[in-house]
């Protein structure tokens, strides 16, 4: 990547952010079975409004280990949720792995994950699919476990400040009061009981994937991808492959 073409983002007016995270703070949460979609979708709108950005989605984890966007404020977006998808790699997996913020200056000619830069590429072979420069996800957590992530793109490589990656994580902030005061608001529903399954099975997915990376010499996002692949093929969830792989050191299917 040449750093020559790699435009620098600059931060946001502080003002601006202290009003908008507030406004949302406070906004009337929405009533009825759409709850928690509507919250998350006020999020990432503000987040798009606000930050001077292409795009931006925010992912959960379900029951397979698979990170998918609950909302997203364009195709693009979810193009990028589906190159993740088939590659088991990328930066939106690696902050929801690590916990930890994640950043790239250019998605598709990043070395770090050459599969999803091929995939983004093809994705951006489609017509209403804009090519992906720069994105940035930051973990989403739940009662103290990571279940999500929130991420956003530019449409061409930039070089994020350190004061936009701050206030970004700020943002992800005001998701996760979204995800805990739609939750303990709305007690059913498909996405509250995702999350109560990433919560639950958290921690033995983290124990399946770290007994992988030590038995097969695997990188984290590896065997991650390995134990979901095998979840899938066995068609039981992803928790309870960990748990069973921890328990007799085999995945299904192995002898």
């Given at each position: 990547?040449?750093?020559?073409?790699?435009?620098?983002?600059?931060?946001?007016?502080?003002?601006?952010?202290?009003?908008?995270?507030?406004?949302?703070?406070?906004?009337?949460?929405?009533?009825?079975?759409?709850?928690?979609?509507?919250?998350?979708?006020?999020?990432?709108?503000?987040?798009?409004?606000?930050?001077?950005?292409?795009?931006?989605?925010?992912?959960?984890?379900?029951?397979?280990?698979?990170?998918?966007?609950?909302?997203?404020?364009?195709?693009?977006?979810?193009?990028?949720?589906?190159?993740?998808?088939e590659a088991g790699e990328g930066p939106c997996v690696d902050a929801y792995l690590?916990?930890?913020?994640?950043?790239?200056?250019?998605?598709?000619?990043?070395?770090?994950?050459?599969?999803?830069?091929?995939?983004?590429?093809?994705?951006?072979?489609?017509?209403?699919?804009?090519?992906?420069?720069?994105?940035?996800?930051?973990?989403?957590?739940?009662?103290?476990?990571?279940?999500?992530?929130?991420?956003?793109?530019?449409?061409?490589?930039?070089?994020?400040?350190?004061?936009?990656?701050?206030?970004?994580?700020?943002?992800?902030?005001?998701?996760?009061?979204?995800?805990?005061?739609?939750?303990?608001?709305?007690?059913?529903?498909?996405?509250?009981a995702q999350l109560e399954y990433a919560i639950s099975h958290r921690a033995p997915i983290e124990r399946g994937v770290g007994y992988l990376m030590a038995?097969?010499?695997?990188?984290?996002?590896?065997?991650?991808?390995?134990?979901?692949?095998?979840?899938?093929?066995?068609?039981?969830?992803?928790?309870?492959?960990?748990?069973?792989?921890?328990?007799?050191?085999?995945?299904?299917?192995?002898?």
């Amino acid at each position: 990547m040449n750093s020559d073409a790699v435009n620098t983002v600059h931060p946001v007016d502080a003002h601006t952010l202290a009003r908008t995270l507030r406004d949302l703070g406070t906004a009337e949460p929405p009533a009825g079975e759409d709850l928690l979609n509507a919250a998350l979708q006020r999020v990432v709108e503000a987040c798009a409004g606000l930050f001077d950005i292409a795009g931006c989605g925010l992912m959960l984890a379900d029951e397979h280990g698979h990170l998918r966007y609950v909302v997203a404020t364009d195709t693009t977006s979810w193009a990028l949720e589906d190159a993740q998808l088939e590659a088991g790699e990328g930066p939106c997996v690696d902050a929801y792995l690590q916990g930890a913020t994640t950043t790239t200056e250019d998605a598709c000619a990043d070395p770090r994950w050459p599969g999803f830069s091929a995939a983004l590429g093809r994705a951006g072979e489609a017509a209403e699919v804009q090519v992906v420069g720069a994105v940035l996800g930051t973990p989403l957590s739940l009662q103290g476990t990571v279940v999500g992530s929130l991420d956003v793109h530019h449409s061409s490589p930039v070089r994020w400040s350190a004061d936009q990656v701050r206030a970004l994580v700020r943002f992800g902030r005001v998701a996760e009061t979204m995800l805990t005061v739609g939750v303990q608001a709305h007690e059913t529903g498909r996405l509250a009981a995702q999350l109560e399954y990433a919560i639950s099975h958290r921690a033995p997915i983290e124990r399946g994937v770290g007994y992988l990376m030590a038995r097969d010499g695997l990188a984290q996002h590896e065997a991650f991808a390995r134990l979901r692949s095998a979840a899938r093929t066995a068609r039981r969830p992803i928790g309870d492959v960990a748990r069973a792989l921890t328990t007799s050191g085999l995945l299904p299917g192995e002898q």
